[in-house]
């Protein structure tokens, strides 16, 4: 078999290997809003309802554009954490509906700076999430994990909301 021939093989080989895996990237940007109900265990004191968005960015540099439009879905997080210290970390569960399609996703959250705004003696928290995507009844082979840049407005803290930017990486083998 002479080379050209070989690798081609190998090309085409690969291209199957590739369309047999049912992988999905989604990008969302989530924004609290308390009419999103929640169905947390009396233990989770971190309480979200969000609605999902899916944000537009610039292909030339991947700037977002456009964090809102109209929403995609729902999501609900549910966390116990014990410190808001910078490094603590919190058990936390996000359970996505999007159009009808439920994603649960479970792990943990990790405080990883606070933020102090144009003089505001409260900060804003800086939290990245790194959860494992869950089977569900409607898709058991589902798996991969959903990661967050967010935003936690604990305290209040004026012009500012509790956020998120999520992608979730599924995976069906």
């Avoid at 928290?125 to 407005?153: D, K, R």
Wanted: with cysteine; hydrophobic share 45%; net charge neutral.
């Amino acid at each position: 078999m002479n080379l050209l021939r070989i690798v081609a093989l190998v090309a085409l080989a690969s291209t199957a290997t590739l369309a047999m895996a049912d992988d999905t990237v989604y990008l969302f940007r989530t924004q609290e809003n308390a009419t999103v109900k929640t169905n947390c265990l009396p233990d989770q004191k971190i309480v979200l309802g969000a609605y999902v968005y899916a944000p537009r960015s610039r292909p030339v540099d991947g700037k977002v554009v456009r964090e809102f439009g109209e929403p995609v879905g729902t999501v609900v997080g549910c966390g116990a954490m014990t410190s808001v210290a910078v490094g603590a970390t919190a058990s936390f569960t996000m359970d996505f509906d999007l159009e009808g399609r439920k994603i649960f996703a479970a792990g943990k959250c990790d405080v990883t700076q606070w933020i102090f705004t144009d003089g505001s003696t409260k900060p804003l928290l800086m939290v990245g999430c790194s959860l494992a995507v869950e089977p569900t009844a409607a898709e058991p082979t589902l798996s991969g994990i959903a990661t967050s840049a967010s935003v936690f407005n604990l305290f209040k803290v004026p012009g500012y909301e509790t956020g998120s930017y999520w992608t979730l990486h599924l995976v069906k083998p």
